[in-house]
């Protein structure tokens, strides 16, 4: 029984570096979204912290700041809604056929 304990623990360190390694990577992914057909890209790291956000000169318009304040929204929810995803997808498998409450 002894045996069996060290080599779940084993199996468990393992699976746990896996984890490690899949969040470092993911958080040196960055992400990019757009809105308004490319007027407004907003860029995100996989830490869903925003790195970047572009504005074409052409959707500045001083009589209209809700649209271009629309756009900025729209480009920042998609790119953090890409990164939870890419997480679901990359920290999911690990803990996939696992019922542990709190856990993702």
């Not at 001083?62 to 649209?67: F, N």
């Not at 729209?74 to 990359?90: G, P, W």
């Amino acid at each position: 029984m002894k045996g069996n304990m060290n080599n779940m623990m084993r199996q468990m360190q393992k699976m746990q570096k896996k984890m490690m390694k899949a969040q470092e990577e993911l958080h040196e992914m960055t992400f990019e979204a757009s809105s308004g057909g490319g007027m407004v890209t907003v860029s995100a790291n996989g830490k869903k912290e925003i790195i970047d956000v572009e504005i074409k000169e052409e959707v500045v318009d001083p009589d209209d700041i809700e649209m271009l304040q629309d756009l900025i929204l729209a480009a920042t929810n998609d790119v953090l809604n890409q990164v939870d995803e890419k997480s679901n997808e990359t920290m999911g498998q690990f803990t996939k056929g696992l019922n542990m409450p709190g856990m993702f």
